[in-house]
């Protein structure tokens, strides 16, 4: 199932063609995680995919380690007539995979580490810059992302 979905999400944010494409660094403050994110623009709609990595610090001495997030939805980009700037908005799914809980086991409702979940983002590409976030809304996660669009 794991390497299904890892499949899925390297066909889509890799398809071939002739259009832009932006390259982010992300930061999750949520669990201090960070990776990458890699957009790719056909005419107005486009497609994205993401990986994060990063480790929950709970309580103390409570940690969940390896928390990788997968992430890949179409994105679909605004035209600002007053300035050179577009306006991005996202749509798109992630999968989780939690490592080991060290120290002492802490109850938690079950839909947070369930692992599939839905996110939606905003952002603005402004002369080859591009930055942005995304939030999710069942795990109360924000991902921001920066980066690069050529």
């Given at each position: 199932m794991k390497l299904f979905?890892?499949?899925?999400f390297?066909?889509?944010s890799l398809i071939v063609s002739g259009q832009n494409s932006t390259v982010c660094l992300l930061y999750s403050p949520t669990d201090k995680g960070i990776g990458f994110r890699y957009d790719k623009q056909i005419n107005n709609v486009g497609i994205y995919g993401s990986a994060c990595r990063g480790s929950?610090?709970?309580?103390?001495?409570?940690?969940?380690?390896?928390h990788v997030?997968?992430?890949?939805?179409?994105?679909?980009?605004?035209?600002?007539?007053?300035?050179?700037?577009?306006?991005?908005?996202?749509l798109g799914v992630s999968?989780?995979?939690y490592g080991t809980v060290k120290g002492e086991?802490?109850?938690?409702?079950?839909h947070l580490f369930f692992?599939?979940?839905v996110e939606a983002g905003v952002g603005f590409l402004i002369n080859h810059f591009n930055i942005g976030w995304c939030y999710d809304p069942l795990k109360k996660e924000v991902v921001v992302n920066s980066g690069y669009y050529f």
């Open positions: 979905l890892l499949s899925i390297l066909l889509c929950y610090w709970v309580s103390d001495g409570v940690r969940i380690n390896n997030k997968l992430s890949t939805g179409f994105v679909k980009y605004v035209p600002n007539m007053i300035e050179k700037v577009i306006n991005v908005f996202s999968f989780h995979s086991y802490i109850p938690t409702p079950d692992p599939v979940s």
